[in-house]
């Protein structure tokens, strides 16, 4: 006597063997997903660095000519402190009265008896 309930052996064998296929074809699709899913996740990534790189080179840029503008302007200014302390200076009369007097007293002190 055979249970009305139990599919026979060749059935259940064959049902068994559907259900491994399914579940390998399953499988399959959700390790595809799971690629697809990894590789938009590796595209968005570097999507991000390129961007992040971009706004670090812009920085770096950006800092970069605001230091050689300020460079230029303390070398300009350097220069032009050069230029000023290089120029020839004509003295003028009453500079002239105190360098005669300058000199008159150092030669006094230096030519004194007891004063050197």
């Not at 390129?50 to 770096?60: K, Y």
């Not at 003028?92 to 002190?109: G, I, K, N, S, Y």
Request: proline share 4%.
């Amino acid at each position: 006597m055979t249970n009305p309930d139990r599919p026979p052996p060749d059935d259940a064998v064959d049902a068994a063997i559907a259900r491994v296929l399914d579940a390998e074809h399953d499988a399959h699709d959700a390790v595809r997903d799971a690629e697809r899913t990894a590789t938009a996740m590796t595209e968005a990534a570097r999507a991000t660095a390129r961007s992040v790189a971009e706004c670090t080179e812009r920085r770096i840029r950006a800092v970069r000519a605001a230091f050689e503008a300020r460079a230029s302007a303390a070398v300009a200014a350097l220069d032009a402190a050069a230029v000023e302390a290089g120029a020839r200076h004509d003295l003028t009369l009453a500079e002239l009265a105190r360098l005669d007097d300058a000199v008159a007293t150092l030669a006094a002190h230096l030519t004194e008896p007891g004063r050197g």
